[in-house]
Each structure stands twice: as C-alpha cells, then as structure tokens.
Nanobody, 128 residues
C-alpha cells in the first residue's frame, strides 16, 4: 500500500531553519502532485506549498520567500526547506499526494480533500 512518512520536525527558536522530508513507498512519484499542509493548534488545516511533476511550484503568501518545496523523483522524496521560522509557523506538518502529476492550481485554492494520500505528520514548534 502507499505510504508517506514525514521527518525533520522539531523545536527551534524564531529565525531558525528546518528541513522536512517525506519519503514515499509504493507510489509512482512522477504521477502525483505533491504538497505540504499544516495545522496549527486550534485551527484548520491549511496548504503551505505544492509542486507538480515538472517542478512548477506554488506557496501560501505567509511562507513565500521563506520556504522552498522540492522533490527527488528518483528517490521518491519530497522536501520542504523552511528558513526564518516564526512562531506562527508552529503546526503539525503533513505531506500529501494528489493524482495526477499536474497540480492544476495554487496550493491556496486546493482543499485537503483533493489529496488522497497523507503522511502521519511531523511537529514543528517555533519559540519566540
């Protein structure tokens, strides 16, 4: 069965950096739009960034310029490099996959319900 496993979360001071990874198993990586979502405490899940099979990306305005999404199709790994972290970035971060490979829209317009496969999440906590 398809499995997505996130890693790289942790606790950091404001201004710090983290690199999240999402390893996929039994998934034809190139055939999926991949994305990162996050869910802050007491709030709804929100889109952070997505990337299609050809490298086209989109970002939420709140993270644009600070976060970078990328993927290694051959190794079936999705990354999220987070720089200049802020307390408001504190959330559980989830990796998700949507078929087909063309995302077709900015992450800010994509409902979590569009994504069929999800990881268990990795916690990111940023202190001021």
């Amino acid at each position: 069965q398809v499995q997505l496993v996130e890693s790289g979360g942790g606790s950091v001071q404001a201004g710090g950096s983290l690199r999240l990874s999402c390893a996929a198993s039994n998934l034809d990586h190139i055939s999926y739009c991949m994305a990162w979502f996050r869910q802050p405490p007491g709030k709804e899940r929100e889109g952070v960034a997505n990337t299609d099979s050809y490298g086209l990306t989109s970002y939420a305005e709140s993270v644009k310029g600070r976060f970078t999404i990328s993927r290694d199709v051959a190794k079936k790994i999705l990354f999220l490099e987070m720089n200049n972290l802020k307390p408001e970035d504190t959330a559980m971060y989830y990796c998700a996959a949507h078929y087909p490979g063309r995302c077709g829209a900015s992450i800010v317009t994509m409902s979590p319900s569009r994504f069929k496969f999800w990881g268990q999440g990795t916690q990111v906590t940023v202190s001021s």
